[in-house]
Each structure stands twice: as structure tokens, then as C-alpha cells.
């Protein structure tokens, strides 16, 4: 990456149509892990006008009553008012969910199978998972994607926990555009809010009410004196949700991680039990690159790991620190294989995986929480002493 330049990353909030998809995936995946913590789960949901369709395939011994479910998502989003057209209490659920393959289930299953390599618990498909850390936050994330992130939390937090803004509605967007020089944040160029509302509001008092009470708010004053605010641009956004656009599980994987700063490796997270790699490896990724950064290793790392279904060890790990690194991306490789397990079996173990904590992944990036397993600086100190050795 040239050394000046302006990167842009965005957020959407809760009630944006992908996101409501994801919560009620989420939500199942929960619903499943409190009864059974072995359910084997992949939950995807569409969600359009007024219905909701479950489909996926589900494995568990748990009572689920999915309608119940999806409707209690749905009120905690917020769609509880007269006008939505989408509303919790009146959507029609459609469930097309089926048991898991059992092709699939013996190849993550720990026990021998026919053709599988070893009886341990193997990966539940293939596929390669990225995780990302830089000093550039406290959150050791990239600024452009904390930036939007900070923006729909405040909208959010105004919506639900006080009376400033009745109007607000739950379906936003958020994008902020951060200048570079010399490959070091500088300012923010331009902010860009779109956030639904009551119709009876005018755009005048919603730009406002934006820039004094959410933007000057939460991002650094010193940042943003110059930049140039885009607030509603369409002039209006009162049809929104799931109303205004089709929503599904899994199309907002660059807002679930850096904001387009660090590769991803295609892999949705959210209604997915932690046997499916594309989660709980991509978090893993998370906590090593971030253990990492925090140990000083290196300003900014982006891990890689690579699987075959049914198999349990990796098929490759990859560190790039970018020429930031204190000692060679050869020695922190190595240092990260002594320290860290990246067998699924491991992961889950390590990180405490099984229980219903997925719902409180779902927005505003699945990173950062510091009540997340893989958001905890818990290795640093055992890095440090295995690059010395």
C-alpha cells in the first residue's frame, strides 16, 4: 500500500435487512448451544416484506421453537412500530431446515470414517480464514472500519436507551473515508450516515442531529475539523429494513471483520456452529494476529490458515507483518506454531467455543468486544519467550 493515501470503510446497523438475516441466524445458533452444546449448526435466513425463510441444516438435540425465536430477534432489533411493514409480531416464518449431511458429519465427527485421515475431529469444509491486528487503535483494528463501527453504536444506543430521537428507525448505514500520510492516519475526509426515519422528519433537522449528537460525538475532533459530512444524500429514507431491500445471512462479511483493510477469505460467520472453520478459525486468525501486535512483535500482522474438510491439522499458516516486524515473518511463523493449536478440536477447546455467546457477535463486527474469547491478550507473554528461542 503507497504511503499516502485515503481509505474508506463502512458499517451497517442492526436493522439493516443483511444484518437482521444474520441476528436471527445467530439467534438460532444460540437457541441450539444453550440445550445442546454439540448441535451442528448452519442456519441461513432470508428475510423480505413481511417473511422470513429458514433454511440450512440443523443437527441437535435441543427443542427449538423457531418462530418464537425469529420473532424475539426481530423485537430486540426494534421493528415494533405501527408503520413497519416488517414487524415482529406480524412476519410469516417459513422453515426449509434439514438434519447435516452425513457425509459432512463424519468428516468433522471425532471418530474413524471410511477415506478420512485419523479419527480426530477434521475441519468442516475447506477453505482458507485471515485474521488482523495493528496498533493503529486501542482495539488494534484499522481506524477506518472503528470509525463506522462508532457511528451506528451511538445511533443505536440513542434509538433504544434514550428519548433524543423518536424518529430514528433501525435500519442505517455508516462509511467514513481516512487520510494517510506517510502511512499514518491524519484525518478524516468525509463521513457518510444514512439512517432511516419517521416520515414526518425533516432532512434539515436529521443532518443536525447526525454531525452535533452522533459524529462530534464519537469520532476525534481533532480528525474531522476539515471533513465534509453526507447525511441521508438521498434526501429521504423512511421505507427501509427488510420493506426496502431483501436481507440474507453472510453478505456482510467485510463489515464482520477489517473493512475491506485486511484479505478475507470468503467465508460468512454468523449461524454457523463452531465445527465450521469459516468461524471459529477466522476468530482464532483474530487472536493470534492480535496476541502479535500486543506483544510487539510486529505494528501490523495479517495471519493466514488454510484446511482440508475432514482433516484436522491445517494445510498451511502464513504471517505477513508487512516489514514491521522486530524479527523475520519466518520467526513468528514458528513461534506461533509452538504456542497456538489450530486443529478445530483445539480451537473450540481453547477458546471456549461451545455455549450461546454468537448473538452478541452479530453487529457491529464479530472483533473488539473484550468479553470475546479471541479479543483476550492472554498469549503475549508466551510469544515473546518462544521467538526467543
Not at 196 to 222: D, G, R, T
Amino acid at each position: 500500500m503507497s504511503q499516502n493515501f485515503i481509505f474508506s470503510s463502512e458499517s451497517v446497523g442492526e436493522g439493516h435487512p443483511d444484518k437482521v438475516a444474520d441476528y436471527i441466524s445467530d439467534s438460532v445458533l444460540d437457541a441450539c448451544l444453550e440445550q445442546d452444546p454439540h448441535s451442528r449448526v448452519a442456519c441461513e435466513t432470508l428475510v423480505k416484506s413481511n417473511c422470513v425463510f429458514l433454511a440450512g441444516e440443523i443437527t441437535t438435540k435441543a427443542k427449538i421453537d423457531y418462530e418464537k425465536i425469529v420473532r424475539q430477534a426481530i423485537s430486540e432489533i426494534g421493528y415494533l412500530n405501527d408503520d413497519d411493514v416488517f414487524h415482529a409480531d406480524r412476519v410469516f416464518v417459513n422453515n426449509a431446515l434439514t438434519r447435516q449431511s452425513p457425509d459432512i458429519a463424519q468428516g468433522v465427527d471425532a471418530r474413524r470414517a471410511k477415506g478420512k485421515q485419523g479419527a480426530e475431529q477434521g475441519a468442516g469444509d475447506q477453505g482458507i480464514m485471515f485474521g488482523y491486528a495493528c496498533d493503529e487503535t486501542t482495539e488494534l483494528m484499522p481506524a477506518p472500519i472503528m470509525f463506522a463501527h462508532r457511528l451506528n453504536l451511538e445511533l443505536a444506543r440513542i434509538r433504544k436507551k434514550t428519548k433524543l430521537a423518536p424518529w430514528l428507525r433501525p435500519d442505517c448505514k455508516s462509511q467514513v473515508a481516512c487520510e494517510y500520510r506517510d502511512n499514518k492516519l491524519v484525518a478524516v475526509r468525509n463521513v457518510v450516515i444514512s439512517t432511516q426515519h419517521a416520515a414526518n422528519k425533516k432532512h434539515a433537522e436529521i443532518y443536525k442531529f447526525c454531525v452535533e449528537k452522533v459524529i462530534k460525538k464519537v469520532l476525534p475532533k481533532s480528525l474531522i475539523k476539515n471533513a465534509e459530512f453526507y447525511i441521508n444524500p438521498t434526501g429521504s429514507f423512511v421505507v427501509g429494513g427488510p420493506q426496502g431491500d431483501s436481507g440474507l445471512t453472510g453478505r456482510k462479511i467485510i463489515v464482520d471483520t477489517y473493512g475491506g483493510w485486511a484479505r478475507h477469505g470468503g467465508g460468512a460467520f454468523s449461524g454457523k456452529d463452531p465445527s465450521k472453520v469459516d468461524r471459529s478459525a477466522a476468530y482464532m486468525c483474530r487472536w493470534v494476529a492480535k496476541n502479535i501486535v500486543a506483544a510487539k512483535l510486529a505494528k501490523r500482522c495479517e495471519l493466514q490458515v488454510a484446511y482440508a474438510i475432514g482433516r484436522a491439522e491445517p494445510t498451511s499458516i502464513h504471517v505477513d507483518t508487512f516489514g514491521t516486524g522486530v524479527v523475520s515473518d519466518e520467526k513468528i511463523v514458528a513461534a506461533v506454531k509452538k504456542v497456538f493449536s489450530f486443529k478445530p478440536s483445539a480451537i473450540i477447546k481453547e477458546l471456549n467455543l461451545l455455549r450461546p455467546i454468537y448473538r452478541g457477535t452479530t453487529n457491529y463486527g464479530h472483533f473488539t468486544r473484550k468479553n470475546l474469547p479471541w479479543e483476550q491478550l492472554n498469549k503475549v507473554e508466551a510469544l515473546k519467550k518462544a521467538v526467543k528461542k
